[in-house]
């Protein structure tokens, strides 16, 4: 009878595990933006590893954009940017939809979760700056020229609604989901009439905020993006 074995389980390379305790180190405070690293010589001590490993891991962490690395200096911490959070995400998104493993339903699904909520805290949070500069965005949308214009401007006051809720993480998400929204916005736009009916559910939204009523607000945007949602098939 043959014997039954189990499968191994591969282990992280030793740049992995390296890259996995900084990353933790940084992410848990114990070293902040701006803080130097200490010396490849000094890593490859207190991990035991050698100082090619070390280069190693800090090319990977600098990939992934939290450290900068310099010849004859300290690898240095520093803050990850917002729009390298969205260009990943806007990477995966359309590398899925290219293996139909994301359908354009799936994509207006997470779009209304994230807007409907947008709302809501906008609603409560904005300023009267902010309102201002989403009353100019509906007024430059209802006056443009084309659908270039005019989807310019549509996106303009989802991103003016996500700065509304005064939480950045909110840009950064929408931020990430508008690049693979934008082709289904320019081709709506360019049908007869569109954009008057966007420009009157933004002003509708617009008015709700307004209010400050959350309710009120969501049950408006629920209402355009109910009727945007028909373009993505």
Do not use: C, W
Not at 41 to 61: H, I, K, P
Not at 75 to 85: I, K, L
Not at 115 to 133: G, I, K, Q, W
Request: no cysteine.
């Amino acid at each position: 009878m043959a014997a039954d074995f189990t499968p191994l389980t591969r282990q992280p390379s030793l740049a992995a595990q390296v890259t996995s305790q900084m990353l933790a180190a940084i992410f848990d405070g114990a070293t902040t933006v701006g803080d130097e690293l200490p010396s490849e010589r000094d890593l490859s001590l207190q991990f035991g590893v050698s100082r090619t490993v070390v280069r190693e891991a800090l090319r990977g962490l600098q990939a992934k954009g939290v450290v900068e690395v310099q010849t004859g200096r300290a690898a240095r911490v520093v803050a990850v940017p917002a729009s390298m959070v969205s260009e990943i995400v806007q990477l995966y998104v359309r590398g899925a939809q290219s293996q139909d493993l994301l359908a354009a339903d799936a994509i207006a699904e997470v779009r209304t979760t994230l807007e409907l909520r947008m709302s809501e805290l906008a609603a409560v949070n904005a300023s009267p700056a902010d309102l201002e500069l989403i009353a100019a965005s509906v007024a430059a949308m209802g006056g443009s020229a084309d659908a270039d214009e005019a989807a310019r401007h549509d996106t303009q006051f989802h991103q003016l609604l996500a700065a509304a809720t005064h939480n950045p993480l909110y840009v950064t998400l929408l931020d990430s989901i508008n690049p693979v929204v934008a082709p289904y916005r320019l081709s709506s736009l360019g049908l007869p009439g569109r954009i008057e009916m966007a420009t009157r559910q933004h002003l509708g939204v617009l008015e709700a905020l307004r209010t400050g009523d959350p309710v009120t607000t969501r049950q408006a945007m629920e209402s355009h993006l109910d009727d945007s949602r028909q373009f993505y098939r």
